[in-house]
């Protein structure tokens, strides 16, 4: 069974300081990993995926398949990335990509 | 850019009554998932639409039914509700066919709150 863990319910941070939020997966296969954000009253969306390698508003985050990690990371938080923060994991590409989530952390960052 | 649309956003029923949410995806998306979001839970799959046709079905209790119209737009029909089934249900949608590593990316909407009493 597929399944996402997200250890941590709340992250609280002030302004400036490094962000980790982790998350730890098992899948029996190569599954893709992503992190999907959702700021207050807005809807889910993607931040960011594994096999893009992006870094999308300073946030990266690395698939390593030996620890079955995928941690989101940010050097410097800012106040506008207070918002909550999913890991969620499908199998590879395809009409059968349904997402299994993590429970989810509210990250707050102070001023 | 159009993204998808639920309706409606909110939602109140008595026990045993039934209820139906809707879902337009964005336009040429193929692709339609279903997700149920408990009270502090994560969003769990319920059921997914490929070109009209159910591609996958997650923990969907047998008083739900869903498919997908000739428009790709999605309905999800809930009957005999119960308490337990209070929930953001969110629908998202992606292109599947158009082929690439970004191909499928989900796209979501924004929910539909449905409360029963």
């Known amino acids: 069974a597929q399944r996402v863990t997200q250890p941590e319910k709340l992250l609280s941070v002030f302004k400036g300081a490094p962000v980790e939020l982790k998350c730890n997966y098992s899948y029996s296969g190569s599954p893709e990993l992503f992190w999907y954000v959702q700021y207050s009253r807005q809807r889910l969306q993607l931040l960011l995926r594994?096999?893009s390698r992006e870094s999308i508003k300073g946030f990266t985050a690395d698939l390593n398949k030996g620890e079955t990690s995928f941690h989101l990371k940010k050097p410097f938080a800012q106040e506008e990335d207070s918002a909550m923060y999913y890991c969620?994991?499908?199998?590879?590409?395809?009409?059968?990509?349904?997402?299994?989530f993590g429970k989810g952390i509210t990250l707050s960052v102070r001023p | 850019a159009a993204g998808v649309i639920q309706s409606p956003r909110h939602l109140i029923k008595e026990k045993r009554e039934t209820a139906t949410l809707k879902c337009y995806p964005i336009?040429?998306?193929?692709?339609v998932y279903w997700y149920q979001q408990g009270p502090g839970q994560d969003p769990q799959f319920l059921i997914s639409f490929y070109e009209k046709m159910q591609s996958d079905k997650g923990s969907i209790p047998d008083r739900f039914s869903a498919q997908q119209f000739s428009d790709y737009h999605s309905e999800l029909n809930m009957s005999s509700l119960e308490l337990g089934d209070s929930a953001l249900y969110f629908c998202?949608?992606?292109?599947?066919?158009?082929?690439?590593?970004?191909?499928?990316?989900?796209?979501f909407g924004p929910g539909t709150r449905l409360t029963v009493l």
């Open positions: 969620a994991l499908s199998g590879p590409p395809g009409a059968n990509s349904k997402l299994t």
């Open positions: 998202a949608s992606s292109l599947v066919s158009g082929g690439g590593a970004s191909s499928d990316e989900q796209f």
């Open positions: 336009p040429r998306h193929d692709t």
């Open positions: 594994h096999i």
